[in-house]
């Protein structure tokens, strides 16, 4: 499975962006697929995850009330649509795959096997 994120950009706090990662290859429908975020500085960070089904999203905490993960397996995409983004939202954010024969939990970065390159989201106060 290869990655590609777009759909970053430099906003002001309150504003919305939609992040999307397109996925090439037939076996996309059957991976959870997950967003990470690093800022500078910081560790890889758990943003949210959508099972195959797109039916069960999980966040993390802190994201759960902003950010919405969905996925679209016919055209073999995943978006992250984030509202009232904040300056401490400010980072890379990665769109991630997991090994179809995989169920680690989705929250950890090293349980992912396939990345994409990361798209650059500033926020600005």
């Known amino acids: 499975v290869q990655l590609q994120a777009s759909g970053g950009g430099t906003v002001r706090g309150g504003d919305s962006l939609r992040l999307t990662c397109a996925a090439s290859?037939?076996?996309?429908?059957?991976?959870?697929m997950g967003w990470f975020r690093q800022a500078p500085g910081k560790e890889r960070e758990f943003v949210a995850a959508?099972?195959?089904?797109?039916?069960?999203?999980i966040y993390a905490d802190s994201m759960k009330d902003r950010f919405t993960i969905s996925r679209d397996n016919a055209k073999n995409m995943v978006f992250l649509q984030m509202n009232s983004l904040k300056p401490e939202d400010t980072a890379v954010y990665y769109c991630?795959?997991?090994?179809?024969?995989?169920?680690?939990?989705?929250?950890?970065?090293?349980?992912?096997?396939?990345w994409g390159q990361g798209t650059q989201v500033t926020v600005s106060s």
């Open positions: 991630a795959a997991r090994d179809t024969s995989s169920s680690l939990p989705v929250r950890r970065a090293s349980n992912f096997s396939y």
């Open positions: 290859g037939r076996t996309f429908s059957r991976h959870a």
């Open positions: 959508s099972y195959w089904s797109g039916n069960n999203a």
